[in-house]
T-cell receptor, first 115, second 113 residues
Framework: GAVVSQHPSRVICKSGTSVKIECRSLDFQATTMFWYRQFPKQSLMLMATSNEGSKATYEQGVEKDKFLINHASLTLSTLTVTSAHPEDSSFYIC???????????FGPGTRLTVL | GEDVEQSLFLSVREGDSSVINCTYTDSSSTYLYWYKQEPGAGLQLLTYIFSNMDMKQDQRLTVLLNKKDKHLSLRIADTQTGDSAIYFCAESFHSGGYQKVTFGIGTKLQVIP
């Protein structure tokens, strides 16, 4: 099956710093990548959808200047949390979809803790 | 908007069958999915069903879809302790030219030895 990786798996940072999370599709070309956020005991919330080479489409309520998404290639998308604050602490999960597949393949997630 | 609902918790004894239920609201959904999330891990796709199907069986897993009632269920036969996890129901649909997925809150399955 298709494999999606995320790096780092865990990150702890100080308030005010920026953190970059990478999402890679390892054995397929991802035409579309999705970024989700999961709060404790809650479901996944879609943050944004990105297509390779174009700007990301953000969901309502998600600050695009705070959560910068870059989908520079068909195998890599990055999410940068700028000027992170403790309330940004969460589990961030990416998924990737290839044009020939109808399902999304999820990465293992990144646990962000902002002190 | 689209909404997916599922119960929060289910407890079963090892060897019994587990049935996790889910309801959704979007009648234009294309695929419905079941994902498994083990503690501290990401999501693992267990199975999915196309919206024009009624049933899909995959080894110990059986998915039933009642499109009229917008009800989806996942049955795990001979439940094992390794099946303890959170199970998310999700539906996909097209919006604004993209495929989007809405998830339920997840059902925590506890398997008692």
């Amino acid at each position: 099956g298709a494999v999606v990786s995320q790096h780092p798996s865990r990150v702890i940072c100080k308030s005010g710093t920026s953190v970059k999370i990478e999402c890679r599709s390892l054995d397929f070309q991802a035409t579309t990548m999705f970024w989700y956020r999961q709060f404790p005991k809650q479901s996944l919330m879609l943050m944004a959808t990105s297509n390779e080479g174009s700007k990301a489409t953000y969901e309502q309520g998600v600050e695009k200047d705070k959560f910068l998404i870059n989908h520079a290639s068909l195998t890599l998308s990055t999410l940068t949390v700028t000027s992170a604050h403790p309330e940004d602490s969460s589990f961030y999960i990416c998924s990737a979809k290839a044009g020939i597949y109808n399902e999304q393949f999820f990465g293992p997630g990144t646990r962000l803790t902002v002190l | 908007g689209e909404d997916v609902e599922q119960s929060l918790f289910l407890s079963v004894r090892e060897g019994d069958s587990s049935v996790i239920n889910c309801t959704y609201t979007d009648s234009s959904s294309t695929y419905l999915y079941w994902y498994k999330q083990e503690p501290g891990a990401g999501l693992q796709l267990l199975t999915y069903i196309f919206s024009n199907m009624d049933m899909k069986q995959d080894q110990r897993l059986t998915v039933l879809l009642n499109k009229k009632d917008k009800h989806l269920s996942l049955r795990i036969a001979d439940t094992q302790t390794g099946d303890s996890a959170i199970y998310f129901c999700a539906e996909s649909f097209h919006s604004g030219g993209y495929q989007k997925v809405t998830f339920g809150i997840g059902t925590k399955l506890q398997v008692i030895p």
